[in-house]
């Protein structure tokens, strides 16, 4: 993975995005459907990228989260994601990858592996889960159309 400025790597995706998404059952939910939208934006003078997210599941229950990703040209892309669950982030860290930003983490709780990209002028967003000794699981699937750009 290469590493590139804060502007290089998310320009592609500022803005605001809406649309769907498919849920896999795991220990913290069941399978299901959910709407979610997300919003990309430089701050601090081009030198961070901060993200908000809410999803709306089909049962009504939301969760959100506001990330905070920093470029280190030596080390890569790191991401820290605060969310309603409300336990302390731990960074995923990676890069651009074949056209995907792809960002993994383990915790206690197992490894996750969180991939956006573009497909056309669709946002898409994908995270699979790795608990105990099961191999990578699908989690999460979306598809966002722009609301507006940057």
């Known amino acids: 993975m290469e590493a590139v400025g804060v502007l290089e790597v ?3 995706l500022f803005g605001h995005w ?3 998404e498919e849920l896999s059952a795991s220990p913290w939910s069941g399978a299901g459907t959910a709407r979610a939208a997300l919003t990309f934006r430089a701050e601090i003078g081009g030198a961070a990228v901060v993200n908000d ?3 709306v599941r089909d049962d009504g229950s939301e969760f959100l989260a506001h990330g905070v990703f920093l470029v280190d040209p030596a080390a890569g892309v790191s991401w820290w994601l605060f969310d309603s ?7 995923a860290t990676g890069g651009w990858c074949d056209g995907e930003l792809v960002l993994s983490k383990t915790t206690p709780r197992g490894r996750a592996e969180h991939r956006f990209g573009l497909d056309g002028d669709v946002l898409t967003y994908a995270i699979d889960v790795t608990l105990g000794d099961s191999g990578p699981q699908p989690f999460l699937r979306g598809r ?3 609301l507006s750009g940057h």
Do not use: C, D
Request: overall charge neutral.
């Open 10 to 12: 998310f320009a592609p």
């Open 18 to 20: 809406q649309g769907l």
């Open 53 to 55: 997210y809410r999803q």
């Open 85 to 91: 669950y409300a336990l302390p982030p731990e960074p």
């Open 144 to 146: 966002y159309g722009a």
